[in-house]
C-alpha cells in the first residue's frame, strides 16, 4: 500500500484496525506457508539432493519455529556474502534492468520465503503497536483526543495525539439550508 495517514477519534477504533491488520497479515502468513510447503514436497522428488532445496526446506522448518521471536538476517543476506556480494540467491536470476527474471523452482521457493518473512516482520510490528496503544488507553484520554497515525509501508510508525475542541460543531457537520417548494397555483 504503501505510506499513508489515518485519522481516529478513539483508543477503540485503533485496536479494532490494529486487530483486523493482524489478522488479515497472519491468515495471508498462513496461506503463504502453507503455499511453500506444498511447493517442497513437489519439489521434493526432482530437487532432493540440491543444495538449494534442503536450505529452503531447513528454513521453512525453522519459520514456524520463530514465529514469536524478532526475524533474525534475512537468508538473503546470509546468501549474499559470496564473491562481489552475489552468491547463490542471486544464481538463478537473470537481470533485466532492476528487474530480476527467472525460470527456476528456486526462484519461487525464494520469493514465496520473502514475502512470508516480510508479513511476520509486519505482524510483529502491529502486535507491538496494538501493546503501545494499549498503554497508551491507561492514560485515560478519551474522546478529548483525535489521533493520526502513519503508516508507511503497511505499518504504523508514528501517532500525533491532538486535541479537540469542546464545541459540537467541530465534530460534527451541521447541515443549513432553505427549502423551497413550488406553489401549486389553481385557477
Known sequence: MGTEIR???SIK???DYTSNQISQNKALFEDYSQWLGTLLRDFEKENKDEEWYKKTLAIQKTLKSQTKQPPAKSSNEKKQKGKNG????ESCWVYSGKLQISFANEAQTQIIFDAIEKI???IQEFEEF???IQQLSRLGLGTTVTYLI???DDAPKKIVLKSRSNTKGN????????????AFYRK
Do not use: R
Open 13 to 15: 477504533d485503533i485496536v
Open 120 to 122: 511476520k516482520t509486519k
Open 86 to 89: 552475489k552468491g547463490e540467491a
Open 130 to 132: 496494538k501493546i503501545a
Open 171 to 182: 465534530e460534527s457537520f451541521k447541515f443549513a439550508t432553505e427549502f423551497s417548494v413550488p
Open 150 to 152: 502513519y503508516i508507511e
Open 7 to 9: 485519522q481516529f477519534t
